[in-house]
């Protein structure tokens, strides 16, 4: 091996290393964002450099030989969110705040007639009556009830949940368990919709996209989409949001690992070019 392989290597160290620090930056950045998951840094081996293959043993006395491989640095396999842990509810008292307990995801239209997945639940109603996110104006998803008879038809298509804020007798609502929405009147409560929830077979190939929003992609599957406290879903929990997942003292030690890993791979490199150096001179 020579030492612009160790180098290489130093290099590659240096990169990862760099690439851990900016996940668990990410990750202690957004420990108060509701719903946040926390990334984790998958490393791997680089591809080895072979300088002797193995051989098999040669008749009775002479053993094989194993092969003689060097390595050449370290890559990263990939960024994997952690889906599996949930984070603490904590009551909030705000009607428009959902948590949800278990492992779905809420469904948002971006108007544009695509879907946007979420755990952050700080939901709020817009002046048309609305269930929407209120920083991108996405609305919740579900099962809108006839406004007569409160039933939910059988078979119904999702579509933005809204509330009957045009009726003078509406005074408030609030969600149950099961996703149900129910409004109160004057003259008593009314079921008004149920906020549907969505689950993907492979949650971690979900892509980020920004204000807590997940996308789906051919690596997470299709969403199966369906009743809270139905299908693993899990139920809801009214006036409470799901606070990150995020472990303070595991994301430290993680920055400390790194910290001095970052500096090995540097002391590392240092070397390497000091004894090159050395070895320029001589030449």
Do not use: C, H, W
Not at 51 to 67: D, H, K, Y
Not at 183 to 204: C, D, H, K, Q, S
Request: glycine share 16%; proline share 5%; aromatic share 6%.
């Amino acid at each position: 091996m020579t030492l612009t392989n160790a180098m290489g290597s130093a290099l590659s160290g240096l990169s990862a290393q760099q690439l851990q620090l900016d996940v668990i930056g990410d990750n202690l950045a957004n420990s108060s964002t509701p719903g946040f998951r926390t990334a984790r840094v998958d490393f791997e081996s680089a591809l080895a450099e072979t300088i002797r293959l193995g051989s098999e043993p040669e008749g009775s006395s002479l053993g094989g030989v194993n092969p003689l491989q060097i390595g050449t640095g370290v890559e990263v396999g990939g960024i994997t969110r952690t889906f599996d842990v949930p984070g603490v509810i904590q009551p909030t008292g705000v009607a428009g705040d959902l948590a949800i307990d278990g492992q779905g995801f809420f469904i948002l239209s971006d108007g544009e007639g695509g879907l946007a997945y979420t755990r952050d639940g700080s939901f709020g109603v817009d002046a048309a009556g609305v269930f929407i996110d209120p920083s991108t104006g996405f609305a919740v998803q579900g099962l809108m009830a006839d406004p007569v008879t409160g039933i939910i038809p059988a078979g119904a298509a999702l579509q933005d949940v809204a509330l009957p804020v045009s009726d003078p007798t509406f005074t408030g609502f609030f969600v149950q368990a099961d996703g149900t929405l129910v409004g109160t009147f004057t003259g008593g409560n009314r079921t008004i919709a149920r906020v549907e929830l969505a689950r993907f077979v492979n949650p971690e190939g979900l892509e980020r996209d920004g204000q807590g929003f997940f996308r789906e992609t051919p690596s997470s599957g299709a969403p199966v989409t369906g009743d809270p406290g139905a299908g693993g879903l899990g139920t809801l929990v009214g006036g409470a949001l799901e606070l990150s997942n995020v472990d303070f003292t595991e994301q430290f030690g993680a920055l400390i690992s790194a910290q001095r890993a970052f500096q090995s791979n540097a002391r590392v490199l240092n070397r390497a070019d000091q004894l090159l150096e050395d070895l320029v001179k001589i030449v």
